[in-house]
T-cell receptor, first 113, second 112 residues
Framework: KNEVEQSPQNLTAQEGEFITINCSYSVGISALHWLQQHPGGGIVSLFMLSSGKKKHGRLIATINIQEKHSSLHITASHPRDSAVYICAAPRERGGTSYGKLTFGQGTILTVHP | SAVISQKPSRDICQRGTSLTIQCQVDSQVTMMFWYRQQPGQSLTLIATANQGSEATYESGFVIDKFPISRPNLTFSTLTVSNMSPEDSSIYLC?????????FGSGTRLTVV
């Protein structure tokens, strides 16, 4: 079982739809990362969150540390949101992150006009 | 957050040759990370590069195949040596700064 698991693996939506991507992890972490990877391969960090909720434009990320679960929501989706979304957890020892990330498998999102 | 310039963005190489990928960061960072993403797979950590010491490699990766240099706190290179088609992947560098992780734009390598 992977330490970080995402669902769904593939997601197709129509423009304007509300989208949710889920991430569950089995290790104790202090923060979780949501990343976006475009077809060229480059990765952009969207959120780093350790509790509650963060919002940036149409993107919202939530995390429940006790349940070891996080969600990424996209409101009013647009074709330019089409990308791979990846959640990642830092590897930690004794409560201290030593800088390496464990990645989920990624969710391939396609938004049709 | 830090800004990383990664070169080249893509390359097509003959098997048996080597390719060196460069990452330049606009600020000093202690650790830099090199990842590989094989087609259809998630990212896998190759090694952690610290300035002034040898890189630390993850299980399954060896220095002879993926030599890394880290001459100062803003620069690192990863070489993919004696390439085979199985090395065709996206290679990314990353740093862990004060505001979270920053990634390079990636190098898409195709070995023919």
């Amino acid at each position: 079982k992977n330490e970080v698991e995402q669902s769904p693996q593939n997601l197709t939506a129509q423009e304007g739809e509300f989208i949710t991507i889920n991430c569950s992890y089995s290790v104790g972490i202090s923060a979780l990362h949501w990343l976006q990877q475009h077809p060229g391969g480059g990765i952009v960090s969207l959120f780093m969150l350790s509790s509650g909720k963060k919002k940036h434009g149409r993107l919202i990320a939530t995390i429940n540390i006790q349940e070891k679960h996080s969600s990424l929501h996209i409101t009013a989706s647009h074709p330019r949101d089409s990308a791979v979304y990846i959640c990642a957890a830092p590897r930690e020892r004794g409560g201290t992150s030593y800088g390496k990330l464990t990645f989920g498998q990624g969710t391939i999102l396609t938004v049709h006009p | 957050s830090a800004v990383i310039s990664q070169k080249p963005s893509r390359d097509i190489c003959q098997r048996g040759t080597s390719l060196t990928i460069q990452c330049q960061v606009d600020s000093q960072v202690t650790m830099m990370f090199w990842y590989r993403q094989q087609p259809g797979q998630s990212l896998t950590l190759i090694a952690t590069a610290n300035q002034g010491s040898e890189a630390t490699y993850e299980s399954g990766f060896v220095i002879d195949k993926f030599p890394i240099s880290r001459p100062n706190l803003t620069f690192s290179t990863l070489t993919v040596s004696n390439m085979s088609p199985e090395d065709s992947s996206i290679y990314l560098c990353s740093v862990d700064g004060d505001y979270g992780y920053t990634f390079g734009s990636g190098t898409r390598l195709t070995v023919v």
